[in-house]
């Protein structure tokens, strides 16, 4: 099932969320943070507890099939996440201005 995170511009900024992830409810605490200087965001992973899964994933829409952005995680079991560019920009990555506006991030199963 596709969901919808809600993510924007601000800055480091997390969240708890519940997910439907292969026909379970799972809850990650999400942290969102913009790279100033390299011009990028990435998202950490953490269980309900914080205990960190998986760190640093840079925020690309990629090529498909490509668009995974989670991937190299699939063992992890955690779903699987996309990077959607609906702005039509000519970039891979949202910057610090279009992150939940010109980029959206759908989350769904393995």
């Not at 596709?2 to 601000?10: A, E, G, N």
């Not at 190299?72 to 039509?88: C, E, F, K, R, V």
Request: proline share 6%.
């Amino acid at each position: 099932m596709d969901q919808l995170i809600p993510v924007s511009v601000l800055p480091n900024q997390s969240m708890t969320i519940s997910l439907a992830v292969n026909g379970t409810i799972l809850t990650l605490n999400l942290a969102f943070h913009y790279n100033s200087q390299g011009g990028f965001w990435v998202m950490d992973i953490a269980d309900k507890s914080g205990n960190p899964i998986v760190t640093s994933v840079p925020l690309l829409t990629g090529v498909w099939p490509g668009a995974n952005i989670l991937a190299p995680y699939d063992y992890m079991q955690i779903g699987s996440a996309y990077l959607i560019n609906q702005s039509g920009a000519v970039t891979d990555w949202p910057d610090d201005t279009n992150l939940g506006t010109g980029f959206c991030m759908v989350w769904s199963d393995n």
